[in-house]
């Protein structure tokens, strides 16, 4: 079985002028954009992806901020390839604003073949991160996805003759098709492709805009078997299974995702465990109504902002002390606010239960269920 890093070490050799952009090529400028290129790369400089690689090797890794650990080797196969190596980065931009809660990051790629690459990162490990993506669940046009749509136009108009691609993993690929979806006329008739690497789709208030319709047909969603996040809120677009030698929740790894030539290993649908989760997750948010939803998420995030915690990882660092934290904030709150979260999740398990019960009656295959339930 071969990843994103096995293909760029087969494929590597091949600029393309010889073997043209794929949606692999895609999937790992979709992760280049999560290195850490903050220490790396200078606020103007336009640089080959060679350079930084090298300049990655060079510097005190235990001081860069890396998300994941495989990134610390498809930097280095990416940077000594042909194929990569000799693509340019630039306007390499990353914003973390608590007050609007947004976290926002996207470089834009240069590509030999003389089209541009721009490529929005999903979620980081900072909770300002991850409250934003809750807000999707109730919230249309968030304020990273308007900045990722203002970043399009931007480069666009610096670039005014190329024709563009735009991707993203997780919470970048739901960037990407709605910056894609609101851009300007002009700028999307440039637009060759969209990738959204399972991403999150949108709520009603965008699904049900003129401009989504006319505009969905150039994006394309990629999903793992058990895909979760990717099946999160509404989507219209056509999209593919792949195959992922992890499980459950894991799946959404992109170094998990198969890879044969230069397509993915595709599968004709995802697994028993994805619909019924999908089903599950829809059926509790249409029973909330958006407001409910909001004051939850907000509740929730102020009980983890009590630890001071920035980042996931800070969370984490002192596991006891925070979790000592967070209970006695919670039992601070409003007798009101915990009545409405304990209603809240009393509502979810109820729905859990009773699409248990119909998968029995249906005599579906629960083990799908069973192993997302242990993973």
Do not use: C
Not at 288 to 309: G, K, M, P, W, Y
């Amino acid at each position: 079985m071969a990843n994103i890093i096995d293909y760029v070490k087969w494929r590597g050799d091949l600029n393309l002028k010889v073997s043209e952009f794929n949606e692999i090529d895609s999937l790992i400028l979709n992760r280049f954009s999560y290195f850490p290129l903050d220490s790396i790369i200078q606020k103007k400089e336009e640089v080959s992806i060679k350079e930084l690689s090298e300049r990655f090797e060079r510097a005190n890794k235990e001081k860069l901020k890396i998300l994941w650990k495989d990134d610390a080797d498809l930097f280095p196969v990416m940077g000594k390839s042909k194929r990569f190596g000799e693509m340019l980065a630039l306007e390499y931009i990353n914003k973390i604003e608590t007050k609007t809660e947004k976290q926002f990051s996207a470089v834009t790629i240069i590509l030999p073949d003389n089209t541009i690459y721009i490529s929005f990162r999903g979620t980081d490990n900072t909770l300002i991160g991850w409250k934003e993506d809750f807000n999707m669940s109730f919230r249309g046009h968030l304020p990273s996805q308007i900045e990722a749509k203002e970043y399009l136009e931007n480069i666009a108009k610096k670039y005014p003759y190329k024709k563009i691609r735009l991707g993203g993993h997780s919470k970048g690929g739901n960037l990407a098709v709605y910056a894609s979806i609101f851009a300007s006329p002009k700028v999307k008739k440039r637009i060759i492709s969209v990738y959204n690497n399972d991403g999150p789709g949108f709520n009603d208030d965008i699904i049900n805009t003129e401009e989504y319709k006319n505009s969905i047909e150039k994006v394309i969603t990629y999903i793992p078997q058990d895909s979760i996040f990717g099946k999160l809120l509404n989507h219209e677009e056509k999209y593919a299974v792949v195959q992922s030698t992890a499980k459950g929740v894991m799946e959404h790894d992109v170094y998990s995702w198969q890879v044969i030539g230069k397509s993915f290993v595709i599968l004709e649908e995802v697994t028993n465990g994805s619909k019924f989760m999908d089903k599950t997750i829809k059926n509790w948010l249409n029973d909330l109504d958006l407001a409910t939803r909001e004051q939850v998420i907000d509740i929730v995030f102020e009980i983890i902002n009590s630890t001071e915690a920035k980042t996931i990882g800070d969370l984490k660092l002192s596991l006891m002390k925070n979790a000592k934290i967070i209970l006695a904030s919670y039992s601070h709150i409003k007798p009101e606010d915990r009545k409405m979260i304990t209603a809240t999740i009393t509502a979810f398990i109820g729905i859990l239960k009773e699409n248990v019960k119909e998968e029995y009656k249906n005599n579906i295959n629960l083990e799908n269920f069973k192993k997302l339930k242990t993973n």
